[in-house]
């Protein structure tokens, strides 16, 4: 399950990722399975993912992102794996503005506007991360439930106090 907003220049984003997919080879996987084309890195045999080729380096295998973009606030990071870094926030920071990402006047309301456009990326970002696979256990746990306990699994058991009005 996704949950990203519409990039606020539908056709820009398909033209990035499209060129990504072009740049690594579309339909491209690393061996673990990664295939968004923004985390593969380009010109690689076999096909690796930033991931991966760190693990090997035995390097870090995080990068800190900036919320609000470095030109707005280059203090202001946080440690994401690096897939995630080019895949997820870094492409979501090219959907913004570009005046707005570069501020290169220092604007305090571009700047503003950043932190705001950061912090709803980030949140995001991390709701999708942290929490919708646990939402989606949970229904697969209830389906596995009801076929091997029947359809009011947890009358009669502490759970029946969750139960909803």
């Known amino acids: 399950m996704t949950m990203k907003p519409s990039p606020r220049d539908p056709r820009s984003a398909h033209r990035r990722q499209v060129s990504a997919a072009r740049r690594v080879g579309d339909g491209n996987k690393c061996a673990c399975g990664e295939d968004r084309s923004q985390a593969i890195i380009p010109g690689r045999r076999p ?8 693990k ?3 390097q870090q295998i995080t990068d800190d ?3 609000a ?7 202001a990071t946080i440690a994401v794996l690096v ?5 997820e926030l870094s492409t979501a920071q ?3 503005p570009k005046k707005t990402l570069e501020n290169p ?6 700047s503003a506007a950043a932190h705001i456009r950061g912090f709803a990326d980030t949140i995001v970002y991390l709701i999708t991360t942290l929490l919708l696979w646990i939402a989606e256990m949970l229904e697969l746990l209830d389906t596995h439930l009801v076929r091997k306990l029947g359809q009011k699994w947890w009358k009669d058991t502490k759970l029946g106090s969750f139960e909803p009005q």
């Open 56 to 58: 090997l380096k035995n």
């Open 69 to 75: 973009g470095v030109s707005n606030n280059p203090t």
């Open 94 to 96: 090219q959907d913004w």
């Open 83 to 87: 897939n995630d870094h080019r895949a």
């Open 65 to 67: 992102h900036h919320i």
């Open 105 to 110: 006047d220092r604007s305090p309301l571009l």
């Open 47 to 54: 096909t690796t993912c930033a991931n991966c080729d760190r």
